[in-house]
């Protein structure tokens, strides 16, 4: 039968009263195998619409034109491959398998590629996110760093295995042997950005005096490629990386005519990686020549200083004249001081003589004695001030001590009356729960006029299961009565200590329960 049967059909009338009636399930998978069957797999062109990246890892995004929608996801696996992510506004290719969503009712393309719609896309949005980049100063020139002129460690970001850095290691051995960390990365690819920003963002978290040593200029090196094969270092990671980096560093990516964005954000851009090791290091022969020249221009020049120097003096110790003619006026001035200094002496200490006569007539023994008895006084004075305010202080803490000994009474009484209230309202509540667990228990059920019939361990609550056992025990509440069923083989009985003995009672299958029974 064709699921989708015209409703005019045989055996169906306008309002399709004799149609099949269908699940919603069987719809959906109908519509999901039409739709994958028609179509399978395509390439869809169109402009990237919302792009959401939940924490599952998958990518979930529109493809759109002037007039129509589709919805498209990618599996986190297809997106780890996807040489170049898709984003909003980007006008793409897709391709994929087309298929339905039967929980929102939809169809959706599954996407495994993803390329750009021409060259002319990928440098729009190149030349979007420039000047995006450019407007938060990153490529700004003021925040460039120099290059150190003869770095001790240099740290490489490149692919351990290509010719380029066997290029820089061959180039800083001819120029000027040096010590380089290698930190590998993918040069391409998915994972060639989120690596690139990784390792510029490692080296400049090394100590500088750990266990390996933090470089003092970084090389960020690539060959060259497609646009494509370099887009990973066009993306906004690496740029803020290169940025950030306190390290000097210079990029050399691609060949001299490739221009990513880490050149824009590096502190040196070199065309080449060759060329990127000739600028990290001088050559060490021509500074080997450059040190012998200067060390002859160096000794040349101190010759000529010191002769020029002990030509001057020469010259200047002959317009000295003689040393006498410097010394004789000198000698004059000492004799002249040297005979007024005996009388100026002698009259300073009969001066000093004369005014420590003048004081010693002044003092007197009883001047001394009032002195020293007003001192005594003043003394006394401070003495009895010193114990009035110990005595004060020490009033006042016997008061403060006794203010806290009372609260403190009054706080134990508190806590006792406190305890004692808490002891006796869980006493009260215990008792009623007691009351309760006796009021609800099956044995005041029993004084009620009511009975518990059980075979061994077991209790009975249908007359058909009482019919198939031998003996029974109808527990009252005042004990437990054997009972023996007619025409049931009785096994011997295992009697149950009763609180009193009670007489044997035959029961036929049809004979009514006692009232009060429980079956």
Request: net charge positive.
């Amino acid at each position: 039968m064709d699921l989708f049967e015209d409703e005019s059909g045989p055996g169906g009338g306008p309002n399709g009263g004799n149609a099949h009636d269908y699940t919603v399930s069987e719809i959906s998978g109908a519509v999901k195998r039409v739709i994958e069957g028609e179509f399978g797999r395509v390439r869809v062109r169109g402009e990237v619409g919302r792009v959401s990246r939940p924490r599952s890892g998958h990518m979930y995004f529109d493809l759109k034109d002037d007039r129509s929608v589709i919805a498209a996801v990618s599996w986190k696996g297809q997106v780890d491959r996807m040489p170049v992510v898709p984003e909003e506004g980007m006008e793409v290719i897709a391709t994929g398998k087309l298929t339905t969503f039967p929980g929102q009712s939809k169809y959706q393309l599954i996407v495994d590629t993803v390329e750009p719609a021409g060259a002319g896309a990928l440098m729009a949005m190149l030349e979007a996110r420039k000047k995006a980049l450019a407007a938060e100063g990153l490529f700004d020139a003021r925040h460039k760093q120099p290059l150190p002129w003869l770095p001790k460690v240099i740290g490489v970001v490149t692919s351990p295995s290509g010719a380029v850095i066997r290029d820089i290691l061959h180039r800083l051995r001819d120029r000027f042997p040096r010590h380089v960390l290698i930190w590998p990365v993918a040069v391409q690819g998915q994972n060639c950005a989120s690596e690139v920003a990784r390792a510029i963002r490692g080296f400049n978290a090394m100590a500088p005096d750990g266990p390996i040593p933090q470089p003092d200029l970084l090389i960020v090196a690539r060959g060259g490629g497609s646009i494509e094969d370099l887009w990973g270092f066009n993306e906004e990671i690496v740029v803020r990386a290169a940025y950030e980096s306190r390290i000097p560093l210079i990029s050399a990516v691609g060949h001299e005519t490739d221009t990513t964005l880490i050149d824009h954000a590096s502190d040196k851009r070199a065309p080449t990686p060759t060329a990127a090791a000739e600028m990290a290091v001088p050559v060490r022969g021509e500074l080997a020549v450059w040190l012998q020249d200067a060390g002859a221009r160096m000794g040349r020049a101190v010759r000529a200083r010191v002769e020029i120097q002990r030509q001057r003096h020469s010259d200047l110790s002959r317009s000295l004249g003689r040393p006498e003619a410097v010394l004789d006026p000198v000698r004059q001035r000492y004799d002249w001081w040297a005979d007024r200094l005996d009388p100026a002496l002698r009259g300073v200490t009969l001066r000093k003589r004369s005014e420590f006569g003048r004081i010693e007539a002044r003092l007197s023994p009883g001047l001394l004695t009032r002195g020293l008895a007003e001192q005594g006084r003043r003394l006394e004075g401070l003495s009895a001030r010193l114990l009035a305010a110990r005595a004060r202080n020490l009033d006042l803490a016997r008061m403060r001590n006794a203010q806290s000994r009372e609260r403190l009474d009054s706080l134990s009484l508190r806590m006792t009356q406190a305890q004692l209230r808490r002891t006796q309202q869980l006493g009260e509540r215990l008792e009623r729960l007691d009351r309760m667990r006796q009021t609800l228990g099956y044995t005041e059920t029993l004084k009620r006029g009511y009975a518990v019939v059980r075979a061994g361990e077991r209790v009975v609550t249908t007359a058909a299961a009482a019919a198939d056992q031998a003996m029974l025990q109808i527990e009252f509440a005042d004990g437990v009565l054997p009972v023996a069923v007619e025409g049931v083989d009785a096994p011997t009985p295992i009697e149950k200590p009763a609180e009193r003995k009670a007489p044997k009672k035959s029961v036929k299958k049809d004979d009514p329960p006692e009232q009060g029974s429980l079956f």
